[in-house]
């Protein structure tokens, strides 16, 4: 019983592996942004019926960041690098809004066809609404739900629209958000953040990495 319950549980790992970098390839071949998604299609593609066997999302990230390295480099940190340039640009054009860089480019996961996601704060949601009109920035309105903490989930209103070709996404919170992040869909940790000083900080290392030679942070 013991061996079969062995060899169970190794066929289980194994077969999480194989779907977390089959989901990674997928999210990186296809620009599917959607962990559940990726992990159900890989499942379908490989055959896999088990839920015991399906990856978590920070294994599927991981997996993710692999492939990047290993087969998109050179493109993946060109795009990733014009992505933050234009989060500086979103961060200081929302500026009244106390914003912060999340997401994908700023975990360093980020390909060409990727959004920026920015959360801003603000007691009255349709602030940002009326921000967008006065600079004729046709947005679609939409909700996303988000896990405040282990508890408390809520649905927060969210913009995107898109600006010489980058996408971008606007999650609204309350400034009482600003104390404690969202949890994040991938590990289910508070949600890195970076101010407009942070991400700046981080362009200037990274520039500073690539003359040294050294690997660039992510």
Do not use: C
């Given at each position: 019983?013991?061996?079969?319950?062995?060899?169970?549980?190794?066929?289980?790992?194994?077969?999480?592996?194989?779907?977390?970098?089959?989901?990674?390839?997928?999210?990186?071949?296809?620009?599917?942004?959607?962990?559940?998604?990726?992990?159900?299609?890989?499942?379908?593609?490989?055959?896999?019926?088990?839920?015991?066997?399906?990856?978590?999302?920070?294994?599927?990230?991981?997996?993710?960041?692999?492939?990047?390295?290993?087969?998109?480099?050179?493109?993946?940190?060109?795009?990733?690098?014009?992505?933050?340039?234009?989060?500086?640009?979103?961060?200081?054009?929302?500026?009244?809004?106390?914003?912060?860089?999340?997401?994908?480019?700023?975990?360093?996961?980020?390909?060409?066809?990727?959004?920026?996601?920015?959360?801003?704060?603000?007691?009255?949601?349709?602030?940002?609404?009326?921000?967008?009109?006065?600079?004729?920035?046709?947005?679609?309105?939409?909700?996303?739900?988000?896990?405040?903490?282990?508890?408390?989930?809520?649905?927060v209103p969210l913009w995107?629209?898109?600006?010489?070709?980058?996408?971008?996404?606007?999650?609204?919170?309350?400034?009482?958000?600003?104390?404690?992040?969202?949890?994040?869909g991938v590990d289910e940790r508070p949600?890195?953040?970076?101010?407009?000083?942070?991400?700046?900080?981080?362009?200037?290392?990274?520039?500073?990495?690539?003359?040294?030679?050294?690997?660039?942070?992510?």
């Open positions: 019983m013991h061996r079969a319950r062995q060899r169970a549980e190794t066929r289980t790992r194994e077969w999480r592996h194989r779907l977390a970098h089959e989901a990674a390839r997928l999210m990186a071949e296809s620009g599917i942004r959607d962990y559940h998604q990726a992990k159900l299609k890989a499942a379908h593609r490989l055959g896999v019926h088990d839920d015991a066997s399906l990856p978590r999302n920070h294994e599927i990230e991981a997996a993710l960041r692999e492939y990047q390295r290993l087969f998109q480099a050179d493109d993946q940190a060109v795009a990733l690098r014009a992505l933050r340039e234009a989060a500086v640009h979103a961060l200081e054009f929302f500026a009244t809004f106390d914003p912060r860089l999340v997401g994908p480019v700023l975990d360093g996961t980020a390909d060409a066809n990727s959004p920026v996601q920015l959360q801003l704060f603000a007691d009255d949601p349709d602030a940002v609404t009326r921000y967008l009109d006065e600079h004729g920035i046709p947005a679609e309105a939409r909700t996303r739900r988000l896990r405040m903490d282990r508890e408390r989930s809520e649905d995107i629209f898109s600006v010489d070709g980058v996408g971008f996404d606007l999650t609204v919170l309350s400034p009482l958000a600003l104390r404690q992040a969202p949890l994040s949600m890195r953040r970076a101010s407009l000083a942070q991400l700046t900080q981080l362009l200037a290392e990274e520039e500073i990495a690539g003359y040294d030679g050294s690997a660039p942070a992510r």
